[in-house]
């Protein structure tokens, strides 16, 4: 694989390098042009967008407004969009064209535009699986190289958010400012912890005192085991919860191409799971052969669990309810992992990387035109996102809560403090994101790291040492498949 990457960056430079390239166009505002090659039509630079699904927007589809569905539902809002379809246009003198590809079709078009130089679309819509080997081997043009530093890209993220991975100090993937953002926080059980004289831990965190001592403390004094049916201190799915710990404490697995799975505080997080697994036994025993039934708590036997928007408002074990669909009948609170011994309140994220992501591979014709033009036709809003509530509303005051929003509400069962924090937290969490891809590499029904999992820490059957030794080299072998 190695080989073939350097073939391909043999290729990719022969390929910027020919004189075939028309010189480039600047564009004001931003740094530099590079040339390229771009489609014209009627001397308008033909800015084309690819991803493997049919977008929805007129701008695309070649549809008419009254032919739209969602036009009915919200008529002015895509009235402005429209309407700034038809500036953008005019002030960079392009036309947009979108182009449909199917998943994998995606992945041949990039792969075949990199080898030629002559990208098939200028703007690509890829996941974040396939767009991180392009980003990693620098086959997109970086942001840091094509706009100025006081882009919105680094300073306000209102229109796009930008993805730089830890080993990399420039940005090559980007995302459209998202209107919710899917969170595996730490929920728990405030109508039980009330019960018990517990401070909410909300008012811990917001305090820095919401640490992985005194969680263990609450887990202890909130688990009953002579109950019907027994309560316990936590509960709720490892992976989750392992990535939530990992954050808190500062490391990862995964997230730069040397690995932190050998780490001292790596390690102490895996010893943190056997603590409350096998040491304090104050996690509810982990059930190998049911994996919904571990985040039950809708009956009010687990005060902490695995808690997300669709956790929340879905029923069975997996989704335990609390939300609009399925309410329950006690406050739930979410709050962040607390900090570990290795970690930082200040610097800690909190989320994992995730969904589709957009680049402009190298080749194309004057990326600094194509990135402005495609921002100022996103940001139909003008930098604000909360602009895109005054549309389609009857009275301004009175403005929709976003499903996420109603979410996080609903299960604070009228608690406006808690569910004001709720939400707080949540929007909190929700930006402060890094990469660790651990899930994916173990995953692969080929990888020889397929078994990894946390259940023999959790059933005593492997101490956090043994392991760390068992998955090593596999680990190793499988980071080599991503940092190429």
């Known amino acids: 694989m190695r080989k073939a990457t350097l073939f391909l960056a043999l290729l990719l430079a022969l390929a910027l390098a020919s004189p075939a390239f028309a010189s480039a166009v600047d564009v004001p505002g931003s740094p530099m042009g590079t040339p390229g090659q771009g489609k014209y ?32 539902t919200s008529p002015e809002s895509y009235e402005k969009r429209y309407e700034r379809l038809k500036e953008v246009e005019e002030k960079y003198n392009v036309k947009f064209e979108f182009v449909r590809t199917t998943f994998e079709g995606t992945t041949i078009s990039i792969d075949e535009g990199i080898l030629s130089g002559r990208p098939e679309a200028d703007i690509y819509e890829v996941s974040i699986q396939s767009g991180l080997s392009y980003a990693l081997n620098e086959y997109a043009y970086a942001l840091e190289d094509i706009m100025l530093p006081d882009d919105d890209m680094f300073t306000k993220q209102q229109v796009f958010q930008g993805l730089r ?19 595996y926080m730490l929920g728990f059980n405030w109508t039980l912890l009330q019960s018990k004289g517990l401070e909410n831990p909300q008012d811990l965190w917001d305090r820095g005192e919401w640490t992985w001592d005194v969680f263990l403390d609450y887990c202890a ?25 990992l954050r808190s404490n500062g490391t990862h697995i995964a997230g730069t191409p040397e690995g932190g799975l050998m780490s001292a505080a790596t390690g102490e997080t895996l010893d943190l799971f056997k603590r409350m697994y096998v040491d304090l036994k104050v996690a509810r025993p982990w059930n190998t052969t049911d994996w919904d039934s571990n985040n039950y708590y809708s009956d009010g036997s687990a005060a902490f669990f695995t808690s997300a928007n669709w956790i929340l408002n879905d029923s069975g074990r997996a989704g335990s309810g609390g939300g609009m669909d399925h309410p329950l009948n006690f406050e739930i609170g979410v709050v962040p992992y607390p900090v570990g011994p290795s970690g930082d309140k200040e610097t800690n994220t909190h989320n994992s990387v995730d969904g589709n992501y957009f680049m402009i591979p190298k080749g194309v014709e004057d990326p600094a035109l194509v990135y402005a033009a495609w921002r100022d036709l996103v940001d139909w809003y003008d930098g604000d996102h909360e602009n ?17 929003d109603e979410i996080l509400i609903t299960a604070a069962l009228g608690n406006e403090a808690l569910a004001e924090n709720n939400l707080r937290l949540n929007h909190l969490m929700a930006r402060a994101i890094s990469f660790d891809p651990w899930e994916g590499l173990t995953s692969a029904a080929a990888s020889d790291t397929q078994n990894f999992g946390l259940s023999d820490i959790m059933t005593g059957d492997m101490t956090p040492a043994q392991f760390q030794e068992t998955f090593k080299q596999p680990m190793e072998n499988a980071l080599k498949t991503v940092y190429k």
């Open 41 to 72: 039509d009627g001397g308008a630079r033909v800015i084309r967008v690819a991803s493997w699904y049919e977008y929805a927007w007129p701008y695309f589809s070649g549809m008419e407004l009254d032919d739209l569905t969602a036009y009915f």
């Open 388 to 404: 895109t509530k005054l549309y389609d509303v009857l009275d301004p005051d009175d403005l929709p809560l976003s499903w996420n």
């Open 221 to 245: 004094k909130l688990t009953d085991l002579t109950a019907n049916p027994p309560v316990y201190g936590f509960t709720g799915f490892w992976t989750n919860h392992l990535n939530g710990f």
């Open 165 to 183: 991975f830890p080993s990399q100090d420039k940005t090559y993937l980007w995302s459209h400012y998202p209107e919710y953002i899917t969170v």
